[in-house]
């Protein structure tokens, strides 16, 4: 079963909110969050492992993003809080299977690589 797409993406003014939502199979997953604007490469924004506690972020969007598991255990959140123009891109989720996840972490929650299975993408633009 593959991963749904990504919802709430949007148009927001710089120091809006947004939250996107991505959703796993099953219950024992790591999910990241990237995003990609054009010209530049992908980068990870922030991550999320359940079960074993971790949660990281880049530098970027430290105390403005907040990633969490929702109810819905397989359902992942990404809150966006006090959006700046440069937070435009499109947002792509991405997860693996836990013992994936552990087979494959080789110190960064944020590495393309941990995660086999992607969401289309939403776009996200913030106005200034």
């Known amino acids: 079963q593959e991963s749904l797409p990504e919802f709430g993406g949007g148009s927001v003014e710089a120091g809006g909110s947004l939250t996107l939502s991505c959703s796993a199979s099953g219950v024992s997953y790591c999910m990241g969050w990237f995003r990609q604007v054009p010209g530049k490469e992908r980068e990870g924004v922030a991550a999320?492992?359940?079960?074993?506690?971790?949660?990281r972020y880049a530098d970027s969007v430290k105390g403005r993003f907040t990633v969490s598991q929702g109810d819905a255990k397989n359902t992942v959140y990404l809150q966006m809080n006090d959006l700046k123009p440069e937070d435009t891109g499109k947002y792509y989720c991405?997860?693996?299977?836990?013992?994936?996840?552990?087979?494959?972490?080789?110190?960064?929650?944020?590495?393309?690589?941990?995660?086999?299975?992607w969401g289309q993408g939403t776009q996200v633009t913030v106005s200034s």
């Open positions: 991405a997860w693996s299977p836990g013992g994936t996840c552990l087979f494959q972490y080789d110190g960064s929650w944020l590495a393309e690589k941990l995660y086999n299975r």
């Open positions: 999320i492992y359940p079960e074993g506690g971790s949660i």
